[in-house]
């Protein structure tokens, strides 16, 4: 396991990260296009937490919507 990979745990399914991606894109817009004010910055965190696929609340509170891998009892 790498350090990168204690840091930033993979704990979003790849659903979600598309959804966090698209709503970071559409909420940065809203600077550029929309009513042009700078609430839309806002739209950087759930972009980046899409992009890398963790999110750091979710790894404080222990929460993973990642489908784990049963692994099959050793004998």
């Given at each position: ?22 709503l ?36 404080l ?15």
């Amino acid at each position: 396991m790498s350090a990168l990979t204690k840091i930033l745990p993979r704990n979003e399914h790849p659903i979600e990260r598309v959804l966090r991606v698209v709503l970071g894109i559409g909420l940065l817009l809203l600077v550029v296009l929309g009513p042009k004010t700078l609430w839309g910055l806002v739209g950087i965190v759930p972009l980046l937490t899409g992009l890398v696929g963790s999110c750091p609340i979710y790894t404080l509170l222990g929460i993973s919507t990642c489908r784990t891998r049963d692994h099959a009892p050793s004998t």
